[in-house]
């Protein structure tokens, strides 16, 4: 099984909304990623944890908070967020090693905040 | 990492090869090329890296350059469902695992 799966699909925010999106995998990956990906644009990437611990922040606006609950459930707190953060959130695994980092992606959150 | 330089678009017609460049003149001797592809409205996927022996799996072969500062992906038999945006990364095997995707080609396959 080489599936990462995000949900919701599809979420519709308004500024003052709190919501939060998920990402599971049960691939035994250490290493988990947010990335998000503007239309038109490629993704860049936004938090790594590694073994359930942050380990890069991207210089991301705190409105976003991450949480990795268990190695194989990432989540994402969406909290009093811009029209200008629509987007696609993307989340992948990868085993968590430096060599040979193949990483595996889900299929995306499509974010429109109102 | 180093930059990569692709070109924005291509096309290809169905059932022929498709041979995707890459520039990648400032690699260091322990970066790696990837190539993931992503299609439209999915997340990408991995599809073949590489050092600098050429590589063949079940989806792609990537050649890369005895310089190593470029290389091809490789499709061998486009089909329609092969039409994505096309990422050429090059990654060191230490240190950041993230990806910093450049902008990619973006491939249309034409029946």
């Known amino acids: 099984d080489t599936e990462v799966t995000q949900t919701p699909k599809h979420l519709v925010m308004g500024m003052t909304n709190k919501k939060s999106l998920k990402c599971e995998q049960h691939?035994?990956?250490?290493?988990m990623y947010w990335y998000k990906q503007k239309a038109k644009k490629p993704p860049e990437l936004m938090f790594v944890?590694?073994?359930?611990?942050?380990?890069i922040n991207e210089s991301v606006p705190s409105r976003f908070s991450p949480e990795c609950p268990n190695s194989s459930l990432l989540n994402l707190h969406l909290h009093a967020l811009q029209p200008e953060d629509s987007a696609l959130y993307l989340c992948?695994?990868?085993?968590?090693?430096?060599?040979?980092?193949?990483?595996?992606f889900g299929a995306g959150t499509r974010l429109s905040v109102l | 990492d180093a930059k990569t330089t692709q070109p924005p678009s291509m096309d290809c017609a169905e059932g022929r090869a498709a041979n995707l460049p890459c520039n990648h003149s400032?690699?260091?001797?322990?970066?790696?090329v990837y190539w993931y592809r992503q299609i439209h409205s999915q997340g990408p996927q991995y599809i073949i890296h590489?050092?600098?022996n050429n590589e063949t799996n079940e989806m792609a072969s990537l050649i890369i350059t005895e310089d190593r500062k470029s290389s091809t992906l490789i499709l061998p038999h486009a089909t329609l469902r092969d039409t994505a945006v096309y990422y050429c990364?090059?990654?060191?095997?230490?240190?950041?695992?993230?990806?910093?995707f450049g902008s990619g080609t973006r491939l249309q396959v034409q029946p």
């Open positions: 992948a695994s990868s085993p968590n090693r430096v060599a040979k980092n193949i990483q595996y």
């Open positions: 691939m035994g990956h250490r290493a």
């Open positions: 944890y590694s073994y359930e611990k942050l380990s």
């Open positions: 400032t690699i260091s001797g322990n970066e790696y």
């Open positions: 590489g050092l600098k």
């Open positions: 990364i090059v990654r060191a095997d230490t240190g950041r695992r993230a990806l910093t």
